[in-house]
Antibody
């Protein structure tokens, strides 16, 4: 069965960086693109960016450009999202989600809670 | 950037009633629209894609309609397990997606 398993919760200080991983299984990794979505406490969903797992092409939401980097390791079927220069308003649950070939995000990781606190 | 809005913010209904949720896009997204359900403490679940196609294992009481800028999610007869927050999501501006702010469906 399709699974996206993310790395554990992180606590970071303002200005630091965080790297979240997302390990895929149950399907051919390079056949599906991945999006990253975040959700601040009590808030809605926010699209962070996207990576084409086949060729590594990326696109990021404008507000994160310059601070976010998405990569993949096709040898381990793992995607990574790194967010730099963390601010307090970056505190959120970060999800990876598979982009369905027919549209929408059909499988989601369990989420990684990132806390930003001095 | 395409901006998505949803109404109402909160929909208060009783079990067995019909629920109608609206989503509007700031410009046409064709039928490149999805709906998700999120219960407290859970991961979002894809309900509808292509504006009107139910995802796998989604009950038939959920239906989606619309195109262009106006979309509707209808729950024909609300069950207790349907009380949740619902988000619309446009993916027409591919690969950039944007989500609506959500509609909370709760008990009247």
């Amino acid at each position: 069965q399709v699974q996206l398993v993310q790395s554990g919760a992180e606590v970071k200080k303002p200005g630091a960086s965080v790297r979240v991983s997302c390990k895929a299984s149950g399907y051919k990794f390079i056949n599906y693109r991945l999006s990253w979505v975040r959700q601040a406490p009590g808030q809605g969903l926010e699209w962070v960016g996207w990576i084409h797992t086949y060729n590594g092409n990326t696109d990021y939401a404008q507000k994160f450009q310059g601070r976010v980097t998405m990569t993949t390791d096709t040898s381990t079927n793992t995607a990574y999202m790194e967010l730099e220069n963390l601010r307090s308003d970056d505190a959120a649950i970060y999800y990876c989600a598979r982009e369905a070939s027919i549209g929408g995000l059909d499988y989601w990781g369990q989420g990684t809670l990132v806390t930003v606190s001095s | 950037e395409i901006v998505m809005t949803q109404s109402p913010v909160t929909l208060s209904v009783s079990p067995g009633e019909r629920g109608t949720l609206s989503c509007r896009a700031s410009q046409s997204v064709g039928t490149n629209l999805a709906w998700y359900q999120q219960k407290p403490g859970q991961v979002p679940r894809l309900l509808i894609y292509g504006a009107s196609t139910r995802a796998t294992d989604v009950p038939a009481r959920f239906s989606g309609s619309g195109s262009g800028t106006e979309f509707t999610l209808t729950i024909s007869s609300l069950q207790s397990e349907d009380f949740a927050v619902y988000y619309c999501h446009q993916y027409n501006d591919w690969p950039r997606g944007t989500f609506g702010p959500g509609t909370k469906v709760d008990f009247k």
